[in-house]
């Protein structure tokens, strides 16, 4: 029985890896969990897993929930230190770290002193510190199992190879909800659109990340620091089926591939049971025949500029990396709640870029200045 740490329980990963957990009972024990504000959501959630400690966002959301779960016997704490003690509750062994932004790091970093393994879908936290959390990873020898579907697939095609035969990695990308459309068309997108994703259904954030393409530059920094990879040797290839999730080219020129439909509970019950595998009988197969036709395309740099600055950000490296993630998480609220327009995402990002004097090596510190000072200079743009 493995138990675990949840954070955030409430979201579409949460909840996928509740259902996971519920599919295999005498496997899965879920200890200690978070979300942020939904209370009624995660009351449902206490009541049917029954973990012993539950972090929430903030003092109001504590006493909402309070009331709802009177009788019921679980801790329930707020705050970032709520949300560390969540991560590291006692006899944890695997941390599912699903909360959304930056605000995941700090969290992972503790349960990575504390010996847990991370089962990671919160790519926010590699590319605002890549180099911290592999470090830390590393000095405690710490498995950081990926979520992300791609980086599932990449850690699949990689099982009994040799890393230092690989040529390159190829990251596929939907293409988001807005593939079809010419730069031009995309000038007066509405949020409603922009949220309709056809291929996957996902939280906010990363809905409208897939639409800007933020999201594929944000995995290409997570996949190099996953697998150690140079920018060099990352490629990102437009599949708009998400069959293939992502594929490995070795030096003998095979390339490896990782198929199967598109659900999340696959990439995270393989993170939470690897090396082994279980059934998962509620997932659809993978009948070739009836897709048909699989469909590939070049990455175009210029339609999609976010791609670009996040490729160049992880070259520069520092804190640069750091200042896109804030810039986007920043423009990417201000958008959803319609204070501006979509192309600005990408406009107000490259402008945090370009003002930014990057820090070389930064320290966590360094890095949470570096985030709050850029989050006030988006926030400047904005109003
Ligand atoms: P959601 O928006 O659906 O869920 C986010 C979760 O985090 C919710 O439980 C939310 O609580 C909680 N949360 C938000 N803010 C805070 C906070 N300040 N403190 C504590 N908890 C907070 O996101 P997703 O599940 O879509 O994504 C989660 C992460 O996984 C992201 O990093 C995303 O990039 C990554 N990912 C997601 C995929 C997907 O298919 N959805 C695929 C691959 C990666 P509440 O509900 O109360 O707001
Ligand atoms: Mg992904």
């Known amino acids: 029985m493995k138990k675990i740490s949840l954070l955030g329980a409430t979201g579409s990963i949460g909840i996928q890896t509740l259902d996971v957990i519920a599919a295999h009972p005498e496997e899965f024990k879920l200890v200690a969990m978070s979300f942020g504000s939904n209370y009624k959501s995660g009351s449902e959630i206490i009541k049917k897993f029954k973990p012993q400690f539950v972090a929430v966002k903030d003092k109001e959301t504590y006493d909402h929930l309070k009331q709802e779960l009177s009788g019921e016997s679980v801790k329930i704490g707020y705050g970032q230190e709520a949300l560390i003690e969540a991560a590291v509750f006692d006899g944890v062994e695997i941390l599912v770290n699903a909360v959304v932004g930056s605000v995941g790091l700090i969290p992972t970093l503790k349960a990575i002193e504390n010996k847990i393994t991370i089962a990671?879908?919160?790519?926010?936290?590699?590319?605002?510190?890549?180099?911290?959390?592999?470090?830390?990873?590393?000095?405690?020898?710490?498995?950081?199992?990926?979520?992300?579907?791609?980086?599932?697939?990449?850690?699949?095609?990689?099982?009994?190879?040799?890393?230092?035969?690989?040529?390159?990695?190829?990251?596929?990308?939907?293409?988001?909800?807005?593939?079809?459309?010419k730069r031009e068309e995309l000038v007066d997108v509405t949020v409603e659109q922009a949220l309709n994703h056809?291929?996957?259904?996902?939280?906010?954030?990363?809905?409208?990340?897939?639409?800007?393409?933020?999201?594929?530059?944000?995995?290409?920094?997570?996949?190099?620091?996953?697998?150690?990879?140079?920018?060099?040797?990352?490629?990102?290839?437009?599949?708009?089926?998400?069959?293939?999730?992502?594929?490995?080219?070795?030096?003998?020129?095979?390339?490896?591939?990782?198929?199967?439909?598109?659900d999340m509970r696959v990439p995270i019950q393989y993170a939470l049971t690897y090396p082994e595998r279980l059934s998962l009988p509620e997932v659809k197969g993978l009948e070739l025949w009836e897709v048909g036709k699989l469909h590939f395309e070049k990455a175009d740099f210029n339609r999609f500029r976010c791609l670009q600055f996040a490729f160049d950000s992880g070259k520069i490296g520092g804190t640069m990396p750091t200042v896109l993630n804030a810039a986007n998480e920043e423009a990417v609220a201000a958008f959803l709640k319609g204070s501006i327009k979509f192309l600005q995402i990408e406009e107000f990002i490259e402008r945090a870029m370009d003002k930014h004097v990057c820090i070389a090596q930064p320290g966590l510190e360094q890095i949470q200045e570096v985030d709050q000072r850029t989050r006030k200079f988006v926030q400047t743009l904005i109003s």
């Not at 000095?139 to 190879?161: M, R, T, W």
């Not at 594929?216 to 069959?243: C, Q, R, T």
């Not at 490896?256 to 439909?261: D, V």
Request: glycine residues 6%.
């Open 198 to 262: 056809p291929n996957w259904s996902m939280g906010a954030k990363i809905t409208i990340d897939s639409a800007t393409m933020m999201n594929k530059g944000l995995e290409v920094i997570e996949a190099h620091w996953l697998f150690n990879m140079p920018y060099e040797k990352i490629d990102v290839l437009l599949h708009k089926e998400s069959i293939i999730h992502s594929l490995v080219e070795f030096h003998d020129r095979s390339i490896i591939a990782q198929l199967g439909s598109p």
């Open 120 to 181: 990671l879908a919160n790519k926010e936290t590699l590319v605002t510190a890549g180099h911290l959390v592999t470090e830390h990873a590393k000095k405690y020898n710490v498995d950081i199992l990926p979520v992300d579907s791609e980086h599932s697939a990449i850690f699949q095609c990689l099982q009994g190879e040799n890393v230092k035969s690989i040529e390159r990695l190829i990251v596929t990308a939907s293409g988001g909800s807005f593939r079809d459309k």
